[in-house]
């Protein structure tokens, strides 16, 4: 079976963990998103593609959900030792490896889909990793504070400022002359499930749909997206101030809406949100919080089983649950209540 999900970081990251636990013998392609990027100390980040390498690689700091697990920060304390700018972003030692290799390719000339399937070589994350496109397209936040107003990095609204000052606007810088990488309309069009992560509907997802081609390619596949927000907030992040950033709702209906039809044909809820309806959607109410990888992969397989009945396919084997489900004996789930609360 062939699968492409979008991604933007944490949340995405941890959903395709699952993904590829409920469908082992698949086929996934994943588009990361690169609005995120930004270039530091003459170094090119790009956090959401390295947030799914090193979560789907077992390189991922579980807790912080970016970076390195076993980190040291001497280059970073010696870059503020020198009294270098930004001290705000967080970049560990180990990672600044996997930076210094990016920007050697780039420098070199290689497209950012070829640095990153290098990259990939060693982390081995299972699935194809491809940018959303190969040109520079950052996303860019318009605030007013005691500078006055002006545009910064998303990455200062996200991490210095902790979108505490409300985004006046986001935009996608270099949109219009982005193009989509190869491979990313050709896993489209070969795909038997498009699956949309709970990723952030506006600067994860929503930036990936505005690269061009990428929305009308979807919108003629079975396209399955789970909920990012769960009873009016989302479970992690600030999906929220982005989302009322753009004036939309904290809300699964709100953000359903958003991504719209044709665009999507199924959408996963969580229970308390079971009253979520749009035309052309079929919408299904399950728990969503992803405590741990078996938690993760249930609501993969759930989103594979839905695509697979919408598309009128096999889809893969359906979990016990949904088999007792489609035998009208669903029993409640057990509440997990063990393990730590998933974030997202
Ligand atoms: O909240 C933070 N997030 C940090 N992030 C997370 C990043 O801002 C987000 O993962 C995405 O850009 C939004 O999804 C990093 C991600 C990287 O790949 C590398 C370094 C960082 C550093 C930080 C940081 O200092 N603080």
Not at 50 to 58: A, P, Q
Not at 302 to 323: F, K, M, T, Y
Request: hydrophobic share 45%.
């Amino acid at each position: 079976m062939r699968i492409v999900s979008l991604a933007g970081g944490i949340g995405g990251a941890r959903f395709l963990r699952g993904l590829r636990t409920a469908a082992p013998d698949s086929e996934i392609t994943v588009i990361g998103n690169t609005g995120d990027d930004i270039s530091l100390y003459g170094l090119r980040v790009c956090p959401d593609l390295d947030t799914v390498m090193y979560t789907l690689g077992g390189g991922i700091n579980e807790e912080q959900g970016w970076g390195r697990r076993e980190e040291s920060h001497v280059v970073k304390e010696e870059l503020a030792a020198y009294g270098v700018e930004p001290q705000w972003f967080g970049l560990g030692d180990r990672d600044f490896a996997t930076h210094i290799v990016r920007t050697q390719m780039l420098d070199a000339g290689y497209p950012l889909s070829a640095v990153t399937e290098a990259l990939c070589a060693r982390w081995q994350p299972g699935v194809r990793l491809i940018p959303m496109t190969d040109d520079r397209a950052e996303t860019h936040v318009v605030v007013s504070d005691e500078r006055g107003r002006r545009a910064i990095h998303f990455q200062e609204w996200w991490v210095r400022l902790r979108a505490s000052v409300p985004a006046e606007q986001i935009i996608l810088v270099g949109a219009d002359q982005a193009a989509p990488a190869p491979g990313v309309l050709e896993a489209v069009a070969a795909a038997d499930a498009v699956i949309l992560p709970p990723s952030n509907p506006v600067v994860s997802i929503g930036t990936i749909l505005q690269i061009k081609g990428i929305r009308e390619a979807l919108e003629s596949k079975t396209v399955v997206g789970v909920s990012p927000i769960i009873g009016g907030a989302p479970v992690r992040g600030m999906a929220d101030a982005c989302l009322t950033a753009i004036g939309v709702e904290t809300t699964a209906q709100a953000v359903l809406e958003l991504y719209g039809t044709p665009l999507v044909n199924g959408w996963l809820v969580a229970e308390e949100d079971a009253g979520v309806a749009l035309d052309g959607v079929e919408v299904q109410a399950r728990p969503l919080i992803m405590h741990d990888v078996p938690a993760a992969a249930d609501i993969a397989r759930a989103a594979l089983d839905l695509a697979a009945r919408l598309a009128g396919g096999a889809g893969v084997p359906a979990s016990p649950d949904a088999q007792r489900e489609a035998a009208g004996t669903g029993t409640e789930r057990e509440a997990a209540g063990t393990g730590t609360e998933d974030a997202r």
